[in-house]
């Protein structure tokens, strides 16, 4: 998060007219930072700390316990059928970072940040799956004037076509790495 306004302007929305975001006036800098990964020694137990971005949201950052094979994903992986926002990036680096976490931690268990706790890289396979098929037809629907095309809308699922209302913007322009 960088630039202070702009996030208070976003989460305010989410707020309902709460105005304790005004009282904000600088963000607390954190007093360690990593790029990637850091692990941690909680005497006793280690943790590690992995950003296989992009993600759901800028730096998204995975907590993970070896010894347990769990991991905390916040926003960054949800529990199967919980579709992302796709705040800051598209479908096809997502699913490149999805990937890296699958090859690099072994998953037991995954405690999202929405949803019930999941088992295994199976939360992780269900997602690329879905991103998979919304990056195809969005790019489908977007080649046959996704603007007001009946023809394109027929061709896609809801959840796509809602997806291309919001952010077509950000799959097919704005995206410079997919």
Do not use: C
């Not at 005497?43 to 316990?65: A, C, K």
């Not at 916040?74 to 490149?96: D, K």
């Amino acid at each position: 998060m960088v630039d202070l306004e702009k996030e208070q302007r976003t989460r305010s929305r989410n707020i309902y007219g709460d105005r304790a975001l005004d009282e904000v006036t600088e963000w607390r800098k954190p007093d360690l930072i990593f790029e990637h990964f850091m692990e941690i020694d909680l005497g006793g137990r280690t943790v590690q700390l992995w950003q296989f971005e992009p993600g759901n949201g800028p730096e998204d950052t995975i907590v993970y316990v070896p010894s347990a094979r769990a991991a905390w994903t916040g926003n960054f992986l949800s529990h199967r059928g919980v579709a992302p926002m796709l705040l800051e990036e598209a479908p096809r680096p997502y699913i490149g970072s999805l990937m890296r976490m699958k090859e690099t931690l072994e998953l037991k268990t995954i405690m999202p940040g929405h949803g019930p706790i999941d088992q295994g890289a199976e939360p992780i396979d269900w997602l690329v799956d879905y991103l998979e098929k919304l990056d195809a037809e969005v790019r489908a629907g977007y080649g046959v004037s996704m603007w007001g095309s009946v023809a394109a809308r027929r061709r896609l699922t809801p959840n796509a076509l809602g997806a291309v209302r919001m952010q077509a913007a950000i799959y097919i322009f704005g995206n410079k790495k997919g």
